[in-house]
């Protein structure tokens, strides 16, 4: 039942015609005719003869289905993990897309495949080629290894069965057989791949890839606004098909994550400005951000898991107006303000503005997120990340918080706090901020600033949890801001 | 050894049921649910389901040609509501289309009328009402009420143990195709196919020798597809009767976990009573079991809850009491345990209560009761093994639990607000199906010409590695490499009446059927050999590493070859045998008997942090003491062993099913809202050391069922998370309530009590 007129990508500035797209999956050229709008994951069990892939949760939480998506640069293709319940055909035009069967070698199990077979780190199966995947996503781009890097490549895959000792002794095998010189003198993608070739990690054929995507249409990458409005706007969508696959399935799109004026993380009067389609994983990965706020790789490294933040854009992840969203508390915290664009005007609103109400948004017409901006802190300021939820990782929080404030002889200046799973929407605690503003940093005032939170903040009962323990939790993330020593810039 | 199957997995080879390549014409079916938990059907319109694109059919109660009825102990469930719904997911109506997608949009273009009636969503609303599933069960040993006098100390209580989603990550599946004259195969992921073929042809108006059920393999089931896989088989069964085509059912994540139920919660009543050196004298409890809308497997779960009501202690005076009680939720089934965890946490919390009114640790009072050979338990029968002490003595001296102590004294003392906790948690299970007649199995082997070995039997493969066992017992008893033998699918035409792998039992009973049935073609192999070899009665003829020997001696005659001189003797190189547990029998009428074939014991130490500021905590590490007796699979038992525990440890501390306030709708029907252990969440280290297996040498081949046992270690985790907390707050009082979610340790911590 796939309507004709969809099974092309659009041009979203009607430049060029429409165009079928084209991939190639494992070591076979597809040109599709399904929508845009399709899964991987539908296309993939549906359209093909490649089962290794399953569906599990459709929702980017268990893994099952996850591919290795990989997007060709100048010096080759850059691989990630990436979930296929989460990722449409119109996002992987001239890609390379690998699935399980895409891994097998003829002349026997990868190293990897050979770990997790000598240590039982499988038993039911169904979850362990996603398993596979992610830990090749993982030597495809680790400049260490590590367990620790290790297990953080498996953030977004469960298993029901093993409880996963054997598959961290499959990854410790893993660490151990091999060098980390190897690949750290391999930091080009060519060059990664060439290795992993050799070491029988992929099978020869990884190797003619790049030559043969060639052939590929790129995208259309001409810059004009006007016709941003003639679809629905998916930038990473991780969220957005978690929510309404089906509906979008034959919907026309318009994928805004693969250009390349809308990504970019630079530092221009003193202030840090990040284009909407970076994605969570890069900002955490930027040295820029690093330089800024260093504990930011580490809290980002709370959002999500890998797979996701390796699509999840910082833009997505505001536009979804989560009163909850991670990536809003932070930069709450950091003062950041968002720029929007309808293709003639620049508009700036300040993020604590921004949210009108449930899920409601102050931006007009046509216009679209173009970036977010914030002042680089000052060396000395504070900035902590508190969030809590049932699990620490791959979990909504129940409560999140972030703060960022200056200490001036004991004395608090310019502090900001940030508070989501409270209210409507991401909040700015302004009460709990006036209050501590130029006070003395000690225990009755942080007992008073957090009584002030309590009161400003309006959390209802839901999953995440009752609304007096959301209260609760907030006031006990007012004292971790406060009393931490940590967080210290 | 290795777990066979995963050679498959690590290149995603293996084949699950929503694998299987789709005959051409297939159908898709999806089903239209009650929304309500509890109504009467007044109207239901489908004439816009039918007319929409792609729809084949919808089909109603009416269109069952057979019975209406899916129950299997109790006849409480049907298939398709016909007046009443009782349930919010019990299923009403199936709609048949070309597509998945368009069989969806079918069902919501179905004009459902329900009238609402009142719902009962908890245990004891149900109890008061006298809704009970089944008659009330009692175990008694001694003399509970005139004990409680000679106690010094008595503690009085109530604990309550949350369900659990299974969380399979193959969801709930089946195809069912035609066959010739009217004859239907069903594949199904489905841990019973006995029972679905049964089923099958009790709704399908047929003879159950006209439906054929083949399981290949399962994404996980964990009990979870003993009963409840039966209903989607079913429904594909009943579509393709209707339209003569091959249909297919997967529900996706949320209708699983909407639509099926889950392991039991329990709201219990309990009494201790001990001397003052810590001697349990007398226990009584009341199980009040939430069995949801049907039986289902209830009563014999509710069964088991009675049968580990005083876990691996002895205690000479017990009144168990189990209620079972019907409610307005999805029917609760199987899972791993089977009523037993929620038994073993009621007595854990009692101790735990005992010790804070007596000041004696709770590790003093578990090590003294602890079960000696010889004792017995309140069902009769007697405790014949040792294991219970040696493990725990053994996982003191092993795992330095006294210093461990002392070093978790000092990290508390200079952390404020991190605090460590540690718990010990025996266990003793016992393996058997309670229900007597289910302890059969049968097993049917092929030797093929080339020396190739083919074997059918009744377990199902889910992950647990069963196939693997049975593959090396047959290469065993044939003394040929594994490589030799294959298990195929568990198939109703080549086993048949098979019991569902389940109760642990699935390597011991298919294993030692499989074991008789290589004997028997192995004993026809040494009599042709006798005859090649032209050999006198007193030689010693043996078949080892692929040769036959004589008197220790290898010949020229290799396996392959003894195989062929066989088949050209026209002797057969097949055989199928039958396996029953032997002596074990139980009295419904005294309650009493020898049920378990033996029992599984062992002992786990927990340690945790718990950051009290935030309410959060981490499972540090695990170590277990653990008896598999002579095992046949280390790496597939220790496996078993380390899975079991974090599953465990999900369901006392963050798996918590959270129903809309007030009703039965439950709202973490995902796996972004019901958190299941991830592998940050497992423990740092897990270290798990077997006992030195000892005489009597009880399950196959000496080894001992390893399924179910370790899932108790987890609940190890909640009274470590409690131990932390006290070193916090001395006075701190959760409640005997699971999960601990960090919700309620930090709401049980007076840094927050106003």
């Known amino acids: 039942m796939e309507s004709m007129h969809l099974t092309y990508i659009y041009c979203p500035y009607e430049r060029c015609e429409p165009y079928m797209i084209g991939f190639f999956l494992n070591n076979k050229k597809i040109q599709s005719d399904r929508s845009s709008g399709t899964l991987v994951l539908d296309f993939i069990r549906e359209q093909t003869s490649l089962t290794g892939t399953k569906e599990g949760c459709r929702e980017g939480d268990c893994g099952a289905c996850m591919v290795l998506l990989g997007r060709p640069v100048k010096n080759g293709i850059i691989y990630n993990a990436v979930n296929s319940c989460l990722l449409t055909l119109g996002e992987i035009q ?56 290790g297990i953080e490549a498996l953030s977004g895959n469960i298993c029901r069965c093993t409880g996963y000792q054997s598959i961290k002794r499959a990854i410790q095998d893993l660490c151990e057989v ?170 700036r609103v300040p993020l604590e503005k921004f949210f009108l109400g449930y899920k409601k948004l102050d931006i007009k017409g046509t216009e679209i997120l173009d970036s977010l901006f914030f002042p680089i802190p000052n060396p000395g300021d504070r900035f902590n990340f508190e969030k809590v939820a049932k699990r620490r990782y791959l979990d909504i929080a129940s409560v999140n918080s972030a703060i960022l404030f200056r200490e001036e002889e004991g004395i608090i200046r310019e502090i900001r706090i940030s508070a989501g799973g409270v209210a409507p929407v991401p909040m700015l605690l302004r009460r709990t901020c006036e209050y501590l503003s130029e006070k003395k940093l000690h225990k009755q005032v942080i007992d008073k600033a957090a009584e002030i939170a309590a009161i400003e903040v309006s959390p209802i009962s839901d999953v995440r949890g009752s609304a007096q323990y959301k209260t609760v939790l907030l006031k006990q993330f007012i004292y971790a801001h406060l009393m931490s020593k940590k967080g210290l810039l | 050894m290795k777990h066979f199957d995963a050679e498959l997995h690590v290149q995603g080879k293996s084949i699950f049921t929503g694998d299987l390549p789709e005959p051409e014409g297939m159908l898709h079916a999806a089903v239209l649910v009650s929304p309500v938990a509890h109504g009467r059907i007044v109207s239901i319109k489908a004439e816009k389901a039918l007319d929409h694109p792609g729809v084949h059919a919808v089909l109603f109660a009416k269109d069952i040609p057979g019975e209406n009825q899916i129950g299997n102990i109790i006849m409480d469930e049907q298939l398709l509501a016909e007046d009443i719904v ?83 990550l193959e969801t709930q599946c089946a195809m069912a195709v035609p066959a010739e004259g009217d004859a239907i195969c069903i594949y199904s992921s489905t841990q019973g196919p006995s029972f679905v073929q049964k089923i099958a042809a009790r709704v399908l108006g047929i003879p159950i020798h006209m439906v054929e059920v083949n399981v290949t393999r399962l994404g996980g089931a964990f009990g979870g597809k003993e009963d409840q896989a039966t209903p989607w088989a079913v429904i594909c069964a009943l579509a393709t009767q209707h339209l003569g085509k091959p249909v297919k059912l997967v529900l996706s994540m949320r209708e699983d976990m909407i639509f099926t139920g889950k392991r039991h919660p329990y709201s219990s009543d309990f009494k201790i009573g001990m001397n003052k050196e810590g001697k349990i004298l007398a226990w009584e409890v009341n199980y009040f079991q939430n069995g949801g809308a049907a039986s289902d497997l209830s009563t014999a779960i509710l069964e088991r809850t009675l049968f580990h009501c005083t876990n691996s202690y002895f205690i000479p005076n017990v009144k168990a009491t189990g209620y079972c009680c019907k409610t307005n939720i ?90 460590k906790g540690l718990s010990l948690m025996p266990q003793c299970f016992g393996i058997s199906f309670t229900n007597t007649f289910l302890n059969q199995a049968n097993a049917l082997v092929h030797v093929y010409t080339d020396g190739s070995i083919g074997i059918s039997t009744g377990a199902i493969e889910m992950g647990q590695g069963v196939n693997s066992k049975i593959r090396q017992i047959a290469a065993s008893v044939f003394s040929v490499d594994v490589s030799k033998t294959r298990v195929e699918t568990t198939n109703t035409t080549r086993s048949a009446n098979t019991s569902p792998t389940a109760a642990s039992t699935g390597a011991d009973m298919n294993g030692n059927a499989t074991k008789i049935a290589c004997e028997n073609i192995r004993k026809r192999l040494l009599e042709v050999a006798k ?224």
């Not at chain 2, 009761?369 to 040696?390: A, K, S, W």
């Not at chain 2, 080892?544 to 002797?571: D, H, P």
């Not at chain 2, 108790?712 to 985790?717: D, H, N, S, T």
């Open chain 1, 94 to 149: 001239g890609c390379h897309v690998v699935t399980i069967e895409g891994l097998n070698r003829s002349d026997g199990l990868t190293p990897i495949q050979r770990a997790f077979f000598d240590r039982v780190a499988s038993q039911c199966g169904f979850c362990t080629p996603g398993m596979i995947i992610s830990i090749t996503g993982f030597f495809l781009n680790t400049a260490e290894l590590s367990m620790e890097a």
């Open chain 1, 178 to 347: 091999f060098s980390g010189d190897e690949l750290r003198n391999t930091s080009l993608p060519e060059e990664r791949v060439a290795l992993l070739v050799k070491l029988h990690f992929l099978p020869d054929y990884f190797l003619e890839v790049p030559r043969n995507l060639k052939d590929f249409e790129p995208y259309c990458l001409e810059t004009q606004q006007s016709s941003l409005d003639k679809g629905v706007l998916v930038a990473g969508g991780t969220d957005l098909y978690i929510q309404k696959a089906e509906e979008l399935r034959y919907k026309k799109l318009v994928f805004l994550s693969n250009r390349p004026e809308m990504n970019f993380i630079h530092v221009k009067d003193k202030h840090c400005h990040i284009g909407a389609t970076v994605t969570i994983e890069q900002i955490r990965r930027s040295d820029v951000i690093r330089g800024l706020i260093p504990s930011l790789f580490k809290t980002l490294g709370l959002v999500s898991s890998t797979p996701i933040r390796n699509r999840a854009t910082l833009g997505g992840n505001i536009i979804n107006a989560s009163p909850i969203g991670d990536m809003t508390i932070i930069f709450l915290a950091l003062g950041a303000s968002v720029v929007l664009n309808n293709g003639t005007k620049q508009r």
């Open chain 2, 531 to 754: 005859e090649l070899l032209k050999s006198s009665e007193d030689d010693r003829i043996e078949l080892v590493e692929g040769y036959v020997l004589l008197n220790g001696k290898r010949t020229e005659i290799s396996w392959e070859k003894l195989v062929n001189e066989t088949y050209i003797r026209r002797v057969s190189l097949s055989s199928q045998a039958h396996y029953a547990t032997p002596g074990i029998f139980f009295d419904k009428n005294t309650e009493k008997g020898e049920p378990f074939a033996y029992h599984v014991a062992g002992t786990a130490v927990t340690e945790v942090t718990v950051d009290c500021l935030r309410g959060t905590y981490h499972i540090d590490g695990v170590d277990i003491v653990h008896d598999c007796g002579i095992s046949i699979n280390p790496l597939v038992d220790i496996g078993q062993i380390e899975g079991g525990l974090l599953q465990g440890i999900g369901l006392v501390t963050i798996e918590e099913l959270v129903y809309d306030k007030g009703s039965s709708r439950l709202v973490s029907d995902s796996m972004s809202t019901y958190k299941i252990p991830d592998i940050y969440f497992a423990p740092d280290k897990v270290n798990v050391e077997f006992l030195e297996p000892k005489d009597p040498y009880v399950g196959l081949s000496g080894s001992k069922a390893v399924g179910e046992p370790p899932f108790m270690y987890g609940i190890g985790a909640w009274f470590a998370i409690l131990d932390a907390m006290k070193a916090f707050d001395p006075n701190t009082d959760p409640g005997y309530i699971t999960p601990m979610t960090p919700e309620r340790v930090l709401l049980s911590l007076p840094l927050t009590k106003e």
């Open chain 2, 330 to 419: 999805a029917p609760n089934t199987a899972f791993r345990g089977f009523g037993a965890p929620q038994a073993m946490f009621v007595l854990e919390a009692a101790i735990c209560a005992a010790s804070k009114k007596t000041g004696v640790k709770p590790s003093v009072i578990q090590e003294t009761n602890l079960l000696n050979t010889g004792d017995y338990f309140p069902y009769g029968m007697e405790y014949r093994g040792d294991e219970v002490r040696r493990s725990w003595k053994k996982v003191y001296e092993m795992f330095n639990v006294d210093e461990t102590r002392n070093r978790i004294m000092e990290f508390n003392r200079n952390h404020k607000f991190l605090k």
């Open chain 2, 86 to 168: 009782h349930f919010i997911g019990e299923p009403v109506a199936i709609v048949v289309a070309e597509s998945p997608i368009l069989a969806r949009q079918g069902v919501k273009l179905i004009d459902l009328n329900i009238e609402e009636l009142p719902a009962v969503t908890n245990a004891r609303e149900a109890f008061k009402l006298g809704n009970l599933i089944a008659p009330s069960r009692t175990f008694s040993v001694g003399d509970v009420d005139s004990a409680w006098a000679s106690c010094d100390v008595i503690v009085k209580g109530t604990a309550e143990t949350g369900g659990q989603e299974h969380v399979y």
